[in-house]
């Protein structure tokens, strides 16, 4: 998991610092990435595929029931699609 910051440096260091984050946070300096990302607000939960792209994006907080739900399928999605994630073929 990785949180992503919209914000200017200086003001994203506060804000993980003040919140006592424990995981990575990432900025989004260029605007391109903030629509490649479809990163429009916060919070929004974004699930990649092991290319980098969009699976699931949903504004506001992940809580339990069918956002949760979804992301879990998402997940699904990816780990059945990701060629990392096959068994290999005994020759």
Do not use: C, W
Not at 17 to 33: C, Q
């Amino acid at each position: 998991m990785y949180g992503i910051s919209l914000s200017p440096e200086a003001e994203t260091r506060l804000y993980v610092d003040e919140h006592g984050l424990r995981f990575p946070v990432l900025r989004f300096p260029e605007e391109k990435l903030r629509y490649l990302y479809r990163a429009n607000g916060v919070p929004q939960v974004i699930v990649l595929d092991h290319e980098g792209r969009v699976i699931y994006t949903r504004p506001g907080e992940l809580g339990a029931g069918a956002a949760l739900d979804s992301v879990f399928a998402a997940v699904v999605v990816i780990s059945e699609t990701d060629p990392r994630t096959q068994p290999s073929e005994s020759t």
